[in-house]
Structures are given as structure tokens and as C-alpha cells.
């Protein structure tokens, strides 16, 4: 069997994998409800990998890569839709990630995440941050929320994605995206200009960096409303990771900033579902009240989770208490539960069992 880059493509999605991986010596590798499985087929050697690369980047892209030896960008492949390729060296050889791109936005209810986020999206200034590892939902959430600001509210949205992963139509907002190495050289280079073109939202794929974080507090604390992803994988470790990249002098003043800035941080699982049907998504949700912040500025983030723990009213929770909930529901097992806690005494404490993990 030849493989061709269609072929591929379409096997992934009518298999419904979110990820092709194609990697010398093995058939083309699906991920398939978090897992990555093989497919029935030759294995890719260089010729063939040399091959699809020639029909997946064209000549700007591939004098690009050549050049550069890594790359990653976003394009259409006819009615399969958008997908988000990541192409790289190992060994000599070139090798390449995909991840296939939604072609419409879920609802809050397919996504299953919890009311408060469309709560979130009525915000018109301040920090909202969506954290997580990768592969687990951010940049789907971060789209919801940008598709229900088009539908519901007359506004300017100005999102910088690397790179972009959905389209959105102007609706009720005008909706501009720009994408690393295709509009903008950087985020950083972006967030200089972008506070010019009139925004009402800004949305940063990620932030990655002291300058892209200083230049979005600075946004939110200027009447914007910010959004952002992170990889961190809850609430008290955005907020390390937000102001240790700064140097100790500045540690301080970014603290009172954050403090006065921050709406929430939406933190994010996808875990495998219990009875093997794909995946199921876990929240953490911590809304700054004046308590929190308080706690933020104070530089007392080990009392956020007790905060939290209380605030069920506010619509806040715990990640180990989404895990608990879930578990409790039958929608995950006991060891999924634990092995994902930060506190795994939590759960075992509270559903009454006392096994350790498999």
C-alpha cells in the first residue's frame, strides 16, 4: 500500500482520532480518545515520509522548513477541513504531528463544561486564563468562549494564535485573527500593536513568555478583556508560573497587578471515560472574589484551595473535587480519579475507599 497524505486524512476522521502521527519505521499512527494506536498498513520509511511532506507544504512552507529544520502552521485540505501540522527532524528524517481542527464549535453541553464559563464570557475586562497539559481542551474552550462573544455581544475581537485552529465568521462582534509567522512575526511582536486596532477582546493562544504575560496584564488592567491559555495544570500553579518568570524585583508589583486583573482560571482534564467511550473533561474553576485575590496578593496561594473548597456557591471548584464527581457518577474509574488528584487522600477519603491505584 502507498500512503498518501489524503488517505490519511481521511482515515483520521472517519476514525474521529484528534491526532495523525507519522514517524519513520511504523504505519501512521492515529490518537484515538487520548491514545495513540496504529493503523493497519506499511510502515512510513524516509521515501514515503519525503513524499507526504512534499504534498502537505507548498513551495513558501517548504523553503521555510528547509531553512528552519521545525515548523508548524495551519491550512485547509478540502472537505476534510483545517488541520494543525508540527513537522521536524529526527534522525535525518523528516516526521510530522496533525492535529485535525474542528470544523464548527460544540456546545457548552457537548464540551461539558460548567455553566460558569458562559458567565465568564459576560465579563468586559480583566484576565480569564484556560490552563492545562497539552491535548486537553484549552484551545476548544478558549474558541467556545469566542464564538459566544460573536453571537451575544456587538465588540471587537483581536485573537493571536500559533496557529489557527479555527475560523470564526463575524457574527454580532468583528472577529480578526492573526497567526504567528503568517500576519505577525511573534506574540510578543503582535501584543505591541494590537492594543492600536480598537480592541474589546483579546485572545493569546498561549502565553509563553515575560514580555507576552506583562503586555497582557497590562491589557486587562486597561479595560480589555483578556483571554489566554496556559500550560499549567491548576489554579495556585498559574499563578507560580505567571509571576516567576519575572525577576525577583518585579515579583511584587506583578503580584498587586495580577491581583487586581484576574477574573478566573479555568483549569482542564480530559480523561478516559470509564466504560471506554472516549473522554471526559474535568474542571477546576477558581473565580477571584476579594477573598481570593486578597490570598493572591498576600502570597498565601496554599489557602486557594481551601477557598475554593468553600465557594461552591460562586460556581468554584477543586480539581479533586470535579475528579470525585465524577468518579461518584461512574463516568471514570477509582484509579483514573486518583492517579489524576493532587490530593489523592481527597478521594479516597471522601468516597470511602482505600484502594491504591492498579
Known amino acids: ?169 463575524n457574527i454580532r462582534s468583528v472577529v480578526v485573527q492573526q497567526e504567528v509567522r503568517t500576519d505577525v512575526h511573534s506574540f510578543k511582536d503582535a501584543l505591541r500593536h494590537v492594543l492600536r486596532q480598537d480592541p474589546d477582546v483579546i485572545v493569546i493562544g498561549e502565553m509563553r513568555d515575560l514580555e507576552t504575560i506583562e503586555t497582557a496584564l497590562i491589557a486587562a488592567e486597561t479595560g480589555h478583556l483578556v483571554m489566554a491559555t496556559l500550560h499549567t495544570p491548576d489554579s495556585v500553579q498559574t499563578l507560580h508560573r505567571i509571576y516567576s518568570v519575572f525577576p525577583a524585583a518585579q515579583q511584587n508589583a506583578i503580584i498587586v497587578q495580577l491581583s487586581g486583573c484576574l477574573q478566573a482560571v479555568v483549569a482542564q482534564k480530559l480523561l478516559p471515560r470509564a466504560d471506554g467511550q472516549g473522554r471526559v473533561l474535568a474542571c477546576e474553576v477558581c473565580v477571584a472574589t476579594p477573598a481570593i485575590r486578597n490570598l493572591i496578593r498576600e502570597r498565601k496561594e496554599h489557602h486557594i484551595y481551601n477557598e475554593m473548597q468553600t465557594g461552591r456557591k460562586l460556581q468554584m471548584q477543586t480539581m479533586d473535587s470535579a475528579l470525585l464527581e465524577l468518579y461518584q457518577r461512574g463516568e471514570i474509574t477509582y484509579d483514573v480519579a486518583l492517579a489524576n488528584a493532587r490530593d489523592p487522600s481527597f478521594i479516597r477519603h471522601r468516597s470511602g475507599e482505600a484502594r491504591t491505584p492498579v
Open 1 to 169: 500500500m502507498s500512503w498518501t497524505l489524503d488517505k490519511i486524512l481521511r482515515g483520521a476522521r472517519k476514525h474521529g482520532a484528534s491526532d495523525v502521527h507519522l514517524v519513520r519505521g511504523v504505519a501512521p499512527l492515529f490518537r484515538l480518545n487520548g491514545e495513540i494506536q496504529p493503523i493497519r498498513g506499511e510502515p512510513l520509511d524516509e521515501a514515503a515520509l519525503r513524499g507526504l511532506i512534499d504534498e502537505l507544504l507548498p513551495p513558501a512552507k517548504r523553503k521555510q522548513f528547509e531553512e528552519e529544520w521545525q515548523l508548524c502552521f495551519s491550512r485547509y485540505w478540502g472537505e476534510l477541513g483545517r488541520f494543525r501540522a508540527s513537522v521536524y527532524y529526527h534522525g535525518g528524517c523528516p516526521e510530522m504531528a496533525i492535529r485535525l481542527c474542528e470544523s464548527s464549535v460544540r456546545s457548552a453541553e457537548q464540551l461539558r463544561l460548567p455553566p460558569v464559563v458562559d458567565e465568564l464570557t459576560r465579563v468586559t475586562s480583566g484576565l480569564i486564563l484556560v490552563t492545562g497539559p497539552t491535548g486537553m481542551g484549552k484551545t476548544t474552550t478558549l474558541n467556545y468562549m469566542i464564538d459566544v462573544i460573536n453571537r451575544q455581544r456587538r465588540a471587537k475581537i483581536v485573537t493571536i494564535e500559533d496557529p489557527v485552529e479555527y475560523v470564526h465568521e
